[in-house]
């Protein structure tokens, strides 16, 4: 089992339509959790970050994270078609040569449509 | 402010053939991140640097990969002798905090025949 679980989609909405990305994680040592969109033929980019528990907001984007529950959730409000691309989590914990490791989902691509 | 700077864009070689992946990661930060992504694995941590030195080559796959920064300013990534299945994209990311806020690069993708 990997550690870092996400559902690859493909996922397509409609323009207007909230998207609910979901990823779970079996290491409870995992205390930062990102979230980066990689377009087609790009390298990825921060979207948000987030400590421990709890939810963080930025304009149409809010992350969650359960730590109780090992699930974090990127919510996008009023999607546009430039929010298609592939969205991938990230989770790292902070001891010893983990510090500088991040571990990846696997990665859902979304499709929004007009 | 330029960012991750990454050459060659495209590279295709063939089989037994070294290969050299170049990274110019963003002025200031302190650490060097090297992935490799495939369809298959998704994206990988091969091994990062911190002020220069490696800290984690856990991820490499075998030894035919190795990996360098003399500087702050230049990294490398060598595949010698390359095989098919090295095929993907590698990316080098650079952060000033460790994990967190990583700036990726547009990538490097590399073919062998």
């Known amino acids: 089992q990997k550690e870092v679980e996400q559902d690859p989609g493909p996922l397509s909405v409609p323009e207007g339509a909230i998207v609910s990305l979901n990823c779970t994680y079996s290491n409870s040592a995992f205390q930062y959790f990102m979230w980066y969109r990689q377009y087609s033929r790009k390298g990825p980019e921060l979207l948000m970050y987030?400590?421990?528990?709890g939810n963080k907001e930025d304009g149409r984007f809010t992350a969650q994270v359960d730590k109780s529950s090992k699930y974090i959730s990127l919510f996008i409000r009023d999607s546009q078609p430039s929010d298609s691309a592939t969205y991938l989590c990230a989770m790292s914990d902070t001891g010893g040569t983990s510090y500088g490791k991040l571990t990846f989902g696997q990665g859902t691509i979304l499709t929004v449509h007009p | 402010d330029a960012g991750v700077i990454q050459s060659p864009r495209h590279e295709v070689t063939e089989m037994g053939q070294e290969v050299t992946l170049r990274c110019k990661p963003i002025?200031?930060?302190?650490?060097l991140f090297w992935y490799r992504q495939t369809m298959m694995r998704g994206l990988e941590l091969l091994i990062y640097f911190n002020n220069n030195v490696p800290i984690d080559d856990s991820g490499m796959p075998e030894d035919r990969f190795s990996a360098k920064m003399p500087n702050a300013s230049f990294s490398t990534l060598k595949i010698q002798p390359s095989e098919p299945r090295d095929s993907a994209v590698y990316f080098c990311?650079?952060?000033?905090?460790?994990?967190?806020?990583?700036?990726f690069g547009p990538g490097t993708r590399l073919t062998v025949t």
């Open positions: 987030t400590y421990s528990s």
């Open positions: 002025s200031g930060h302190d650490y």
């Open positions: 990311a650079s952060s000033l905090v460790g994990a967190r806020e990583q700036y």
